[in-house]
Every structure is written in C-alpha cells, then in structure tokens.
C-alpha cells in the first residue's frame, strides 16, 4: 500500500538514489553528475516546515518524493517556491506523482506559500499534463537554456497561485 509521508533523514539515501538515476538517464534535471551523500545532506537541511521535503513509499521502500525549495533568497520571493517531483523508474506511470504532487501542494498551501513554479523540460509531456491537472498554468518557455546528453533543451515555466 502505498503511503505519502514528510521525509525524514532516514529517507535520504533514497531519494538520493532516485534523484541520481534520473540525473543518470534524463532530462528532467540538469544536474549532470550524481550527488553525494554530502550535497544531498546539505540540500536537505534547506527545507522545513515551509519548504518540505514528502516521500511515497510502498511496502517498506521509497519510491518517489518531491520537495518545495525556496525560489530565491531576495526576500520579495519569500511566498513562492519551486517544485520539484521525482518517482522511481520502475514505479512510474501508476499515479504515484499524482499523489505527492497533491500532497505537497497541500503542505505549501498549508505554509502560507502564495506560488509554486515549476520547470519541466521540453518532451516531458506527461509531467506537464499532470502540473496543468493540478492547476497549474504554462506561463512560458526559456529556449535553449539547458545542454544535456548533447542537446540544447528548452524549459518550461508554469506556475500555481493558491488562491
């Protein structure tokens, strides 16, 4: 069964897992090397009650988590945050996102966030169908700002605003 939690430190080792694997294989990050336990333990120090860090796990094993980071530390940016969501490959395409991504909203809605942006890479158009069913709005798209695998990649911007 599988159960949508906040992450604790316990639970870094996999979302570390899951995060290089998809540095690894895609382009849904533009991270390029693997992090270290290191990184990950700093990145993860970052959030808290306002920025959290939730966790899916099924049957004693984390198989997604996504996390709320700050956008920007120019205080005018203090009530929005950036989104990012990851599922395990061999998890992926049985709703698992859907279920953090509600679950997370909620936490940042419940933090008094005001907006939650999102950058999803070109070609990920089952990302983007599933931020757009959760509310959120394509705002528009940076060209050819991210090198990876040896292309030049566009991003897209889309954004919630709780209202």
Known sequence: MLSIRQATLDDLDAITEIYNEAILKTVATFDTEPKTMEEQKR???????????????????????ASLSMWSDRCAYADTAEISLYVRETH????????????????????????????????????????????????????????????LLDVHLLQKIYG
């Open 43 to 65: 990145w993860f120090a970052g959030h808290g009650p306002k920025y959290p860090i939730m966790v899916a796990e099924e049957d004693g094993l984390i198989v997604g988590w």
């Open 92 to 151: 992926q395409g049985r709703g698992i996102g859907k279920k953090l991504l509600e679950a997370i909203l909620h936490e940042g809605e419940k933090a008094g966030l005001h907006t939650v942006v999102a950058r999803i890479t070109e070609g990920n158009a089952v990302s983007i169908h599933l931020f757009k069913s959760a509310g959120f709005e394509h705002i528009g798209v940076m060209r050819e700002v991210g090198r990876k695998f040896g292309r």
